[in-house]
């Protein structure tokens, strides 16, 4: 197996193959996935709620996300592992200047990152332009932003209504203006996502609680195991139910995303 590449992900898009992620946080989930065959694994600020236990993503630092993304680079070099690792910046390491950000995504990258996420659109454009002219592949993200959960007012499905949809509409078209070659989609209307989806040719779609229409998808590897402290999104599948293993979940995953089964619009979008 070859490395998977930003032209891999291209050809996989022009050829309809769903791009599968999931989060990884250490070596061995990180090989464990990779030899399942996902695709992308994403080092997620998430790591703060299922790892350090914190109520939100707001909490967690660069030192942080450098330490999981080492463990994950090196978890995949052990076994040659092809995946391609995205690592997020957090909350306070990219808000400030496009330098900052710059900083910041380069410590992650030097952890062995192939892309880093930030979350956001509209201010975030002019960031994403200045890293990716500099050759750092961003993905960006739109829709429900944990970082800023405080200023939404909570964990809600975002995009709802004309207004809202426009505006998200006209990030995303920046973002991929601006460079950025992927966009996670968290909690918005399928409806949407699908016809984003078929706007952004250069920028692929990941989705989470945003229906089938995406051009891949994203889960928690914690929730999609079925391990969680609260309670359970409605986006989320246990995978854990049917397998053997937890390397037969993430081969379950994988095969429900590429064949389309998962997400089911009915069950797990709005
Ligand atoms: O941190 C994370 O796990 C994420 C995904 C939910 C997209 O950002
Ligand atoms: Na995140």
Redesign the pocket.
């Known amino acids: 197996r070859r490395p998977v590449s930003l032209p891999r992900l291209q050809q996989m898009r022009e050829a309809g193959d769903k791009i599968t ?1 999931l ?1 990884a946080y250490d070596a061995t989930f990180a090989a464990v996935a990779d030899a399942a065959g996902v695709e992308c694994l ?1 080092v ?4 703060g709620m299922v790892c350090q236990g914190l109520g939100s ?1 707001v909490g967690v630092t660069l030192e942080t996300m450098i330490y999981h993304t080492d463990s994950v680079a090196r978890g995949l070099r052990r076994v040659q592992g092809t995946a391609w690792v995205v690592s ?1 910046l957090p909350f306070g390491s990219y808000q400030e200047s496009k330098e900052q950000a710059m900083r910041s995504a380069s410590a992650l990258m030097h952890a062995g990152a192939h892309m880093v ?1 930030l ?1 956001g659109g509209g201010w975030t454009t002019e960031t994403v332009r200045f890293l990716v002219e500099r050759g750092i592949p961003v993905c960006a ?1 739109l829709g429900l932003t ?1 970082q800023t959960v405080h200023a939404l007012g909570g964990y809600r499905v975002q995009g709802k209504g004309d207004q809202a949809a426009q505006t998200l509409r006209r990030h995303a078209l920046d973002l991929q203006d601006a460079g950025a070659t992927m966009v ?1 989609l ?1 909690m918005v209307p399928a409806q949407l996502a699908a016809e984003l989806t078929q706007e952004l040719a250069h920028c692929h779609t ?1 989705g ?1 609680g945003a229906g089938n229409g995406t051009a891949g998808q ?3 590897l914690h929730d999609m195991l079925g391990m969680n402290l609260g309670k359970m999104a409605k986006f989320v599948h246990n995978f854990m139910q049917d397998a053997g293993s937890v390397r037969g979940a993430m081969e379950a995953y994988v095969r429900a995303v590429k064949a389309g089964t998962f997400p089911d619009n009915a069950r797990h979008a709005w």
Do not use: A, F, N, R
Request: glycine share 4%.
């Open positions: 992620m989060t994403l997620g600020d998430s790591l993503t997020d996420k979350e993200h944990p996670v968290e990941i989470i994203v889960l928690v």
